[in-house]
């Protein structure tokens, strides 16, 4: 059985910082592509940033410059540095990956639990 952690949500001030991890573990064989998404209220859940396997990242427009996202392959897990909060930020943020199991040929889309973001004035 393969158990996704996240870890890092909470409160920030405006224009303070925050940094997610989401560690996979299991029989894990590989991880390819990752992701960070997120969804507010009523809202569909969105890609924040990616990063494939070689590490080309790619980040939605509204966090170009602010958000980074980043992976360790040694320790299966992915990493995701919020600077300069503001107030559209605010989610539950989900952490993504396609990992592919011990004696597995396919690759299957796994998510984390999901961690709150929130931002005050």
């Known amino acids: 059985q393969v158990r996704r952690v996240e870890s890092g949500g909470g409160g920030v001030q405006a224009g303070g910082s925050r940094r997610l991890s989401c560690a996979a573990s299991?029989?894990?064989?590989?991880?390819?592509?990752r992701g960070w998404y997120r969804q507010a209220p009523g809202n569909q859940r969105d890609l924040v940033a990616g990063?494939?396997?070689?590490?080309?990242?790619n980040d939605a427009d509204s966090v170009k410059g602010r958000f980074t996202i980043s992976r360790d392959n040694a320790k299966n897990t992915v990493y995701l540095q919020m600077n300069s909060l503001t107030h559209e930020d605010p989610a539950v943020y989900y952490c993504?990956?396609?990992?592919?199991?011990?004696?597995?040929?396919?690759?299957?889309?796994?998510w984390g639990q999901g961690t709150q973001v929130t931002v005050s004035s």
């Open positions: 993504h990956a396609e990992v592919r199991y011990t004696d597995d040929v396919t690759t299957y889309n796994r």
């Open positions: 990063i494939t396997s070689g590490g080309s990242t």
């Open positions: 299991g029989s894990i064989s590989s991880i390819n592509a």
